[in-house]
């Protein structure tokens, strides 16, 4: 299986900040790499898709960047409702499609 | 408008079978490059992916689970079914049914059902 690592494990951000969330795949995935944003109690929804393209609907503050194996989620000018934690995922060799373990994104 | 549905017990017991049921609207399980799948979540863990059948009835499953899961699909009823057996404490979790489109452009989960927390407890 792909292993996912995203750094950091959490983080403390204000509002406006820009904020780059890393995420490392074991071998090469080129471009099959989504993002995901959770906030508590609620379901994932999808960012990003195919490493750098905007899901319909999502805010253009978030942008995605990387291929192989390094992947970076930048979010420019923090809103408080972006406060949640973020999932990067692989979709190059499945099955298993396999999650980072989360980033928690929280208020300073 | 895109909506899943999860739906089953909220409580099983050590070695029970876990039948889930995903019902769905919105989109056709019959158009190319559509799947419907689960994914779950233990509380305050990260996301793990288990089970997905295609279009076509082309089914996977996570390595570590194959032994234990089974989906289905109703095409004429829009559900999926997801049966997991001999339950364990640690598969306590909420499950998410998901849909997600795999084609050359975009492979990814692109919407979410709101999810059903499953204890396992005696």
């Known amino acids: 299986d792909i292993q996912m690592t995203q750094s950091p494990s959490s983080l403390s951000a204000s509002v406006g900040d820009r904020v780059t969330i890393t995420c490392r795949a074991s071998?090469?995935?080129?471009?099959?790499l989504n993002w995901y944003q959770q906030k508590s109690g609620k379901a994932p929804k999808l960012l990003i898709y195919a490493a750098s393209s905007l899901q319909s609907g999502v805010p253009s503050r978030f942008s995605g960047s990387g291929s192989g194996t390094d992947f970076t989620l930048t979010i420019n000018s923090l809103q408080p409702e972006d406060f949640a934690t973020y999932y990067c995922q692989q979709s190059y060799i499945t099955p298993p499609w396999t999650f980072g373990q989360g980033t928690k994104v929280e208020i300073k | 408008q895109i909506t899943l549905k999860e739906s089953g017990p909220t409580l099983v017991k050590p070695t029970q079978t876990l039948t889930l049921t995903c019902t769905f609207s919105?989109?056709?399980?019959?158009?190319?490059?559509?799947?419907v799948g689960w994914i779950r979540q233990p509380p305050g863990k990260a996301l793990e992916w288990l089970a997905i059948?295609?279009?076509?009835?082309?089914?996977r499953y996570s390595p570590s689970l194959k032994s234990r899961l089974t989906i289905t699909k109703d095409t004429s009823k829009n559900q999926v079914v997801l049966t997991m057996t001999n339950m364990d404490p640690v598969d306590t979790g909420t499950y998410y049914c998901t849909h997600s489109i795999h084609n050359l452009k975009i492979d990814a989960f692109d919407i979410w059902g709101q999810g059903t927390m499953v204890t396992v407890s005696s």
């Open positions: 071998e090469s995935i080129r471009d099959y």
């Open positions: 059948v295609y279009w076509d009835d082309d089914k």
């Open positions: 919105g989109f056709s399980h019959s158009t190319s490059g559509v799947a």
